[in-house]
């Protein structure tokens, strides 16, 4: 049964990219009549391009999630080239620019299907309910139909609940997984996991982990253990820690990145929910204010619903 549906999943990628793209730009709408149908607002009238519309576009690009600063600093882009600027449409031209070079600095190609050490083990942290579970079914599918062997650590034992939840994602995903029962000792199930993984001979490792009280220093502190546990049975692991972030939290998705980040240090983020949030501008938050790269995008609850980060795509999606 696992394998039918991971055939199936299979076939629907080989449907990409219009299948994705058209989800994606679905899922932005909201976002996207921020910024089409405002700024083509803007210019009602027959306005010319000067410091009043500017602050009222700076307005509409808050509006969006985009962040006080880095609108500003569009803003600051687009008032260098205001004479070239006549209408709506070329307003927008220049925003996608603006835009695509700040989504474009941290990652020029899709990188993160590289995959060199074996076992690779990817960590995945963020708080409660942004997606990580559902991340990581998504990602083990994803690397199972690319013909990876993969295990998946359900080191998240607050509850039974989530140990169940990850059970059914990785059968759905055709993955592996390593368990324990609920209230363990998340560093303990982490140390099998990785020492199955190593005697199974298994290409990917997923660690799953909990998220609650991200403020408080014992929900950093058991990730610490989980993560020098780790590195205890392989010296160079976790090879990736992927930071999770959800869309519709918008602007707070930024201080909670930084927290993750001083205390772990997150190698990739990937940000979930991008279907139907006002708050798409976020992506171009993340991407201009933190020092990580965005990796993964997950536009739905389903198998097939995340894809790499792709610049180039998104900014399509958004205008
Ligand atoms: P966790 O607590 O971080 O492990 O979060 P879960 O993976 O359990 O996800 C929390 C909820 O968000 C679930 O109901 C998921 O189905 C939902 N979810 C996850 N990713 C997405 C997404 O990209 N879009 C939508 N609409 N829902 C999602
Ligand atoms: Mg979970």
């Known amino acids: 049964m696992a394998f039918n549906r991971l055939k199936k999943n299979k076939d629907n990628q080989s449907a990409e990219p219009i299948g994705f793209f058209k989800r994606l730009k679905k899922g932005l709408t909201k976002t996207r009549e921020i910024l089409?149908?405002?700024?083509?607002l803007l210019f009602t009238g027959n306005r010319k391009v000067d410091?009043?519309?500017l602050e009222e576009l700076e307005e509409l690009l808050i509006t969006s999630d985009i962040g006080v600063q880095t609108s500003m600093r569009l803003i600051e882009s687009i008032s260098k080239k205001t004479v070239k600027i006549s209408g709506p449409d070329q307003l927008k031209d220049a925003l996608k620019e603006e835009i695509f070079s700040i989504l474009n600095k941290h990652s020029p190609v899709p990188s993160s299907g590289k995959i060199v050490s074996k076992p690779h083990i990817i960590m995945v942290i963020g708080v409660n309910g942004v997606g990580k579970t559902t991340t990581i079914g998504k990602l083990a599918a994803k690397y199972a139909c690319e013909g990876k062997k993969v295990l998946i650590i359900a080191s998240d034992t607050f509850r039974a609940a989530a140990i169940e939840q990850l059970s059914i994602w990785a059968?759905?995903?055709?993955?592996e997984i390593v368990k324990h029962r609920d209230n363990a000792d998340p560093a303990a199930v982490a140390y099998d996991g990785i020492e199955a993984a190593i005697a199974r001979g298994v290409d990917v490792v997923l660690v799953d982990?909990?998220?609650r009280l991200h403020t408080k220093i014992n929900l950093m502190e058991e990730l610490k253990k989980i993560k020098r546990t780790i590195s205890k049975k392989l010296p160079d692991a976790p090879h990736e820690i992927l930071l999770v972030l959800d869309a519709t939290t918008g602007q707070n998705a930024l201080p909670q990145a930084k927290v993750f980040h001083d205390e772990l240090g997150v190698t990739g983020i990937a940000v979930t929910k991008l279907d139907g949030t006002a708050k798409g501008g976020i992506v171009v938050s993340i991407s201009s204010s933190l020092p990580i790269q965005l990796k993964y995008i997950?536009?739905?609850e389903k198998i097939g619903d995340l894809r790499e980060f792709d610049p180039e795509q998104f900014v399509a999606a958004l205008f």
Do not use: H, Q, S, W
Request: glycine letters at 22%; zero cysteines.
């Open 51 to 53: 410091d009043n519309l």
């Open 298 to 300: 997950g536009i739905g």
């Open 171 to 175: 059968d759905r995903a055709g993955a």
């Open 209 to 211: 982990t909990a998220g």
């Open 36 to 40: 089409t149908t405002d700024i083509d």
